[in-house]
């Protein structure tokens, strides 16, 4: 788990999200995961806003909250689905579609 956070913890870094200690902290327990809308953001050529559904979460892992996602304005939450696919998911399908534009705008970072 450790390994995890470490190679996370350089990798938000090396995007300029998160520093390693705030990744950290900022683990989202199953119990605290919420649908909204999401895309993957390890795959910008390709990114979409879709819904999360109640369904999906038991899926999710690895998950952390970020605030102010892509300078949004909006906290969201980062959750893998499966090991290739991330998922940034906002509240909403607005939210999400903001946060996907910022994305884009930041060249996919």
């Not at 870094?13 to 520093?19: D, I, K, T």
């Not at 369904?55 to 909250?65: D, H, K, N, T």
């Not at 605030?67 to 998911?89: H, R, T, W």
Request: charge should be neutral.
């Amino acid at each position: 788990m450790v390994r995890l956070l470490l190679v996370g913890g350089l990798l938000a870094l090396g995007h300029g999200l998160m520093p390693l200690a705030a990744l950290a902290e900022a683990a989202v327990p199953p119990s605290r995961l919420r649908p909204g809308w999401g895309f993957d953001w390890r795959h910008p050529d390709r990114s979409s806003c879709r819904e999360i559904t109640p369904a999906v979460l038991p899926y999710c892992s690895r998950c952390r909250e970020v605030p102010n996602a892509y300078d949004s304005g909006i906290d969201a939450q980062s959750c893998y689905l499966v090991p290739k696919f991330e998922y940034m998911i906002f509240p909403t399908a607005e939210g999400c579609e903001t946060g996907l534009g910022k994305f884009k705008a930041n060249g996919g970072h």
